[in-house]
């Protein structure tokens, strides 16, 4: 109701004094900044010039995070999530009410909520479709809502450039095109309940090992064209409410006060207009992170509470800075709509959820092996079928950190009430592949090992028409993979049960590549990656055909470790310092660790770049996957201008299916670049139908970053582009001339 009638105040006269007298907030003339006429940058200046100095101190930090020590009395109204930040209630200003919620929202058991679980971000770049990321972010969104909350800390964009960091089911892949484009969509679609998004960690957050500690080190024009472009096109998508800047060093500077990061590139270059909130803990300075673009502190107010009005006052920080600071924080809560459609709590839909979130592990699931049609599974046919694999029986895993949603009734591998999410657990949610598969076979007979004892496991294989293994790699916030191989012997034991029985499928549940030594000797290889709430259900949807598979790899997976950029994963010194790097305590963030280096030499050579430029063979590349039937592609035809492109795509075989038409670009050689990801769209063809679909051309991949005008441009001379099902199967190719041009946006 109050959606359509707040609009009513200063219309019609008598349902105006009614409803403003109920509601002083709705009313314009008490607080003109509720006149949804204006712009947000005007509402914005209207309360900034209403509001004391000790209000506009208070929305620039928080109140401390809960669980953190005795609550203080600010905390009072808070939510329960990961911050709060006071509002200004003689304003109308609400308080901010911060969750974690990269897959879901988080929290939900020690709140006595539910929420749903979504598959990873990794896994929803998985679909490359930005439609189901409009639907990620919505589902996300209300969620919030309902359950209190009104900004998310979820949005991680940060590339792929380290597999084995501990964060990578959060972010979207290796390509800044792919992850740019489909994160931001998420936050569009988030930010369209009304809630403040968010988009992290920037920058250049790409591995966990030492994270407060580590000094990124990497030359400006490569980080511009990777890392910095997936922020720069995630923003420009989904317009997120805030940036979260990171723990780490960037070039020899924390990100929390880096002048170049903060204030030259978002504010001057891409023209943001959101504000800048630090990850948790991670100010290191009141007037040097001030100056150079943190608008709030998070989750306390070490440098900007008492200690920012005293440099107020004292004149070491201009009134009018900090005005910007409060200026920008208002301005991304009226553009967001906040404050116009404030939020109300309600009764998550969980239905509706775990549909949603079923519908997009579908279309994230990606086929990457079918030998000899071993799958799909037909349900009609009487088959003795093995399911092997740790607790497959009861659930599928899920990622942990500040990320781990709580799953109903707590861990599916504990007891009833006694499986409380706690921090680094590994956590799976009641989601049985055993279980789902009985339900979409049902005239097999089906039967379960663990394979804990190998023996065993080889014996029900040998036994068995066909054998599914689900194996997992567990990945979490805090910690990164010592290698991608899989943990727990779960090598040894596909290895054991396809030499009893060929006819294999290995089901992977990761959030990122997955070593496998065992590829040849197994007939199937589904990757699910953590799949959510139905995620079983999902993958015997898949498994069975009732669900034609059609994601797309948005990692390459390597043949081992040493094919890395890094193949040793750079870790903090050895010696006593060891421990003290590893702390995440307030107080060492504070103090600003001793730094170490990572130095990313491999530049712009991030994920299937790499591997291209190294001539290394790969276990499969970047935008592969298999598909139930067969695609022919014919007819790549290239605008002039070089802004789209046509392709003939024809379903060959019997049943319908889904694919993605990607399309690549080589620039002239004077450019000094490598092919890189130009534009893709996804489509769906019944049998035997041909349908010519159109590809947007994104006109930063046809641009290098310029130093000298400190700019992307154009070179001028030969494109050749290249259409096709991955970056390693490009069939098509169109060669056209494109002239140069200055300050590409």
Known sequence: MYRSLKSCCGV?????????????????????????????????????????????????????????????????????????????????????????AAYGVTKSQDNGRYSTA????????????????????????????????????????????????????????????????????????????HVLGDVKHFAVNDQESGRTAVNAIIEERALRET?????????????????????NRVNGEFACQNHHLLTDVLRTDWGYKGFVVSDWGGTHSTIEASHAGLDQEQPNEFFYGSAYKQAVEAGRIQQAELDEHVRRILYAEFASGLIDDPVQKAVV????????????????????????????????????????????????????????????????????????????????????????????????????????????????????????????????????????????????????????????????????????????????????????????????????????PSGKLPITFPLADSDLPHPRLIVPPPGSTAEFYAAQAADHDRAGLPPFDVHYDEGVLVGYKWYAAKAKPTLFPFGYGLSYTTFGWSNLKLSPDGTTAQVTLTNTGDRTGRTVAELYVSLPAAADEPQRLAGWTPVTLQPHESRQVTIAIEPLTLSIYDLTPHAFTRVPGSYTFHAGSSSADLPLTQTIVLPGEQSVK
């Open 227 to 247: 890392d910095l472009l997936a922020f720069q096109l995630a923003i420009r998508t989904g317009q997120p409410a805030a940036v979260m800047c990171s723990y």
């Open 12 to 100: 019609l006269p008598l349902i105006t004094l009614i409803l403003c007298a109920q509601n002083p907030q709705l009313d314009p003339t008490r607080h003109p900044w509720q006149n949804t006429s204006l712009s947000p940058e005007q509402r914005a200046n209207l309360v900034l010039q209403a509001m004391t100095l000790d209000e506009k101190i208070a929305l620039i930090h928080g109140t401390g995070q809960p669980g953190n020590g005795v609550p203080p009395p600010e905390q009072q109204h808070s939510n329960g999530g990961a911050g709060y930040v006071v509002g200004v209630p003689r304003l109308g200003i609400p308080g901010i009410q911060m969750a974690d």
């Open 349 to 548: 839909d969980p239905v509706a959820g775990a549909r949603d979130s079923q519908r997009i592990a579908e279309e994230s699931i990606v086929l990457l092996k079918n030998e000899h049609a071993t799958l799909p599974i037909d349900p009609a046919k009487s088959m003795r079928i093995a399911v092997i694999g740790l607790h497959a029986d009861v659930g599928m895993i899920s990622g942990g950190g500040s990320a781990q949603v709580d799953p109903p009734a707590g861990n599916a591998i504990m007891p009833p009430g006694k499986g409380r999410t706690t921090w680094l657990a590994h956590i799976w949610f009641p989601s049985s592949p055993l279980r789902e598969l009985r339900a979409a076979l049902p005239q097999s007979q089906i039967q379960f090992a663990s394979g804990e004892d190998l023996n065993a496991a080889a014996t029900l294989a040998r036994n068995s028409d066909v054998v599914i293994v689900f194996a997992y790699q567990w990945q979490s916030e805090g910690m990164d993979l010592p290698s991608l191989s899989l943990p727990d012997h779960q090598d040894q034991i596909i290895e054991r049960v396809a030499a009893a029985n060929p006819r294999t499928v290995v089901v992977l549940e990761t959030g990122t590549a997955a070593l496998m030594p065992w590829v040849n000797h197994v007939s199937a290889i589904v990757e699910s990656w953590y799949s959510g709430t139905n995620g079983a259900k999902a993958v015997a949807n898949v498994l069975t055909g009732n669900v034609n």
């Open 118 to 193: 979504l598959p990873s971000s990794l896994a929803l770049a998985a679909t490359w479709d930005p439609d189901a990321g409009l639907q990620y972010g919505a589902l996300i969104g209300r969620e919030l809502r309902d359950q209190g909350y009104n900004m998310t800390l979820g949005g991680g964009v940060d590339l792929a450039r380290e597999l084995r960091n501990g964060r990578t089911f959060e972010y979207g892949g290796e390509d800044p095109l792919l992850a740019g484009i489909m994160i931001g969509s998420s936050i569009k679609g988030l930010q369209e309940q």
